[in-house]
């Protein structure tokens, strides 16, 4: 009799574990798929607002290249002034701004990628947290 009741709770503990596992794997694939959707609508939206961006800019650009060209009495002084401009922005942003735009993209994306939950706490306690929880529901349905 022992040895049956025995045996019965080593089979639920055996099924509550297969039923934990399979609940694990589809609440990670769950947690990617949402993840990913995240980073693809960010990635969209940049596309998006971004060339809206670049044509504004083009244009108040070409605009102010006009201007500086009738004011300097030559039309591609303006051109190349805007150029130089441009020209000057990027060195500097190569030299200095190269660390900076990777810490904000960095932040930005791991905010986007990782839960709440997830990023408050570490991945020791989450796991903990996780092994308690199917202790309990063992403890519980075993009894």
């Given at each position: 009799?022992?040895?049956?009741?025995?045996?019965?709770?080593?089979?639920?503990?055996?099924?509550?574990?297969?039923?934990?596992?399979?609940?694990?794997?589809?609440?990670?694939?769950?947690?990617?798929?949402?993840?990913?959707?995240?980073?693809?609508?960010?990635?969209?939206?940049?596309?998006?607002?971004?060339s809206f961006f670049l044509f504004v800019l083009l244009f108040i650009s070409i605009g102010v290249a006009l201007y500086l060209g009738i004011v300097m009495e030559s039309s591609f002084a303006g051109f190349?002034?805007?150029?130089?401009?441009?020209?000057?922005?990027?060195?500097?942003?190569?030299?200095?701004?190269?660390?900076?735009?990777?810490?904000?993209?960095?932040?930005?994306?791991?905010?986007?990628?990782?839960?709440?939950?997830?990023?408050?706490?570490?991945?020791?306690?989450?796991?903990?947290?996780?092994?308690?929880?199917?202790?309990?529901?063992?403890?519980?349905?075993?009894?």
């Open positions: 009799m022992a040895f049956d009741r025995l045996n019965d709770n080593l089979h639920t503990i055996s099924e509550k574990f297969q039923d934990y596992t399979t609940s694990t794997v589809e609440y990670y694939k769950l947690h990617f798929f949402k993840s990913s959707m995240k980073g693809a609508i960010s990635l969209v939206n940049l596309l998006v607002f971004g190349l002034i805007v150029g130089g401009f441009y020209g000057l922005v990027t060195l500097f942003l190569v030299i200095f701004g190269k660390k900076l735009i990777e810490r904000s993209l960095l932040k930005k994306f791991s905010a986007l990628l990782y839960d709440d939950d997830y990023a408050k706490k570490n991945a020791k306690e989450q796991a903990h947290e996780d092994a308690e929880e199917f202790i309990d529901t063992v403890e519980n349905e075993s009894v």
